[in-house]
């Protein structure tokens, strides 16, 4: 079976481990090479960036080495020893300019936190050195709101897309990704609900289902849609704001996890929310979105309580989230069904289009696969494709 996806990471802690680590900030060249004021304006992420490339002493090209004891977790995150005594433990809900809000575990109240220096110099990319829904250690400042992060703990259900050749991580410990869709209004498009699934299986992220507005047509008509994807495994949840219909359950599947909210401008995300929590209160006529469709401008990333436990990820980059940093070769091992199917294809890199002898085609010649899904399939290849010969669009 040709499955390409990546493996699931696991948390693997092993006793602690020495590191050299250089001291990056007396390594740089030119001190103030970036305009931080328009930067911090523009975009908060960038603004990251150009701190760490701030030079505060004049030692020029020195370099410092230092010791740090640790744990490395899959050779990938390395969460340094702290003397934990004074830390509390909390939730990264935003940011701020350049600082972080953090919410404490203990007291429920919000930080606004600064990063201690070190953890940059760690961090193997400098974007990602903490992000929104990372769980941190943090020390409380001499101001009762204010404090310093001095560790990131490992992460899971990271949604990142790619920015300029890196990844930039959007959103960490996604527990699911709540996909919205409309029944109406705007018109249900089971094409948009299988990138969003893509992106889902991509990142190891469980995908639920939510087609909403269903007191705008006859509910029989949705019934298809919602079996195909409830045969492939997929949870789907039908509601309206209108008669209540289904919202009860979304606040269940909802509770205790932290999920993230996918679906085009419109479809009533922000409605669903509210009445699944009152004390959100969020906007409703918010359709910012469509007028700035396709720019991808807006990098921030916002977690919000629910009052019966749980949160929920309002991240206006992932509702626009195109599938940037998915190559075209994995793309058919996200469509979980075509799996059985790839390993009658005659050519190992059988792309289940042209060619003659193709697994996926006979499945889908079959009805054993889904020809609204196969037609997914081929849409967003195609799309890939463009965005390959056309590769100023894929940059965000
Ligand atoms: N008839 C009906 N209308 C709904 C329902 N849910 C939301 N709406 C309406 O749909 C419109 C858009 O809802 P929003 O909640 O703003 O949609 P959104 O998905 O948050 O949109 P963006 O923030 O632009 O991404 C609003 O006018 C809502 O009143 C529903 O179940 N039934
Ligand atoms: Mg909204
Ligand atoms: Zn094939």
Request: hydrophobic share 30%; glycine share 8%.
């Amino acid at each position: 079976m040709a499955k390409k996806k990546g493996k699931k990471k696991s948390s693997n802690r092993k006793g602690g481990k020495k590191v050299r680590v250089d001291i990056r900030r007396n390594k740089q060249t030119r001190a103030r090479d970036q305009n931080l004021t328009h930067d911090l304006l523009s975009d908060d992420v960038a603004a990251q960036d150009a701190s760490n490339n701030e030079r505060f002493s004049g030692k020029g090209a020195l370099s410092r080495r230092r010791t740090l004891v640790g744990v490395e977790v899959d050779g990938d995150q390395f969460v340094r020893n702290v003397d934990t005594e004074g830390c509390t433990t909390g939730r990264v809900t935003s940011f701020v300019g350049l600082n972080c809000r953090v919410q404490s575990d203990e007291n429920g109240r919000e930080y606004e936190c600064t990063i201690r220096g070190i953890l940059r110099t760690l961090a193997r990319d400098s974007r990602n050195v903490v992000v929104t829904g990372d769980r941190v250690l943090f020390r409380q400042g001499g101001d009762d709101h204010q404090g310093v992060i001095e560790r990131v703990e490992p992460r899971h259900g990271v949604l990142s897309r790619n920015s300029h050749g890196r990844e930039h991580i959007l959103v960490s410990n996604i527990d699911q990704v709540l996909i919205v869709a409309s029944a109406s209004d705007p018109d249900l498009k089971p094409n948009l609900i299988d990138r969003y699934i893509v992106m889902a299986e991509r990142h190891d992220i469980k995908p639920i289902i939510c087609i909403n507005k269903i007191d705008l047509v006859d509910v029989v008509q949705l019934q298809s849609v919602a079996a195909m994807y409830g045969r492939l495994g997929y949870q789907v949840v039908l509601t309206s704001i209108k008669t209540g219909c289904g919202i009860d359950h979304l606040r269940q599947l909802l509770q205790n996890r932290q999920t993230a909210l996918s679906g085009q401008s419109g479809v009533g995300k922000s409605s669903l929310l509210n009445v699944v929590d009152s004390t959100l209160n969020l906007d409703t006529s918010d359709v910012s979105d469509s007028s700035s469709k396709g720019t991808h401008t807006t990098r921030r990333a916002r977690l919000l309580p629910l009052t019966q436990g749980g949160w929920v990820a309002d991240t206006p980059g992932i509702r626009q989230f195109e599938l940037w940093d998915i190559s075209m070769e994995e793309i058919d091992g996200y469509f979980i069904e075509f799996c059985p199917f790839i390993s009658y294809c005659q050519f190992s890199s059988c792309s289940h289009t042209h060619e003659a002898s193709c697994g996926v085609k006979r499945g889908v010649e079959a009805n054993l696969i889904h020809r609204s899904r196969y037609e997914s399939y081929l849409r967003i290849r195609e799309e890939d494709i463009f965005l390959w010969k056309n590769p100023a669009r894929g940059q965000s």
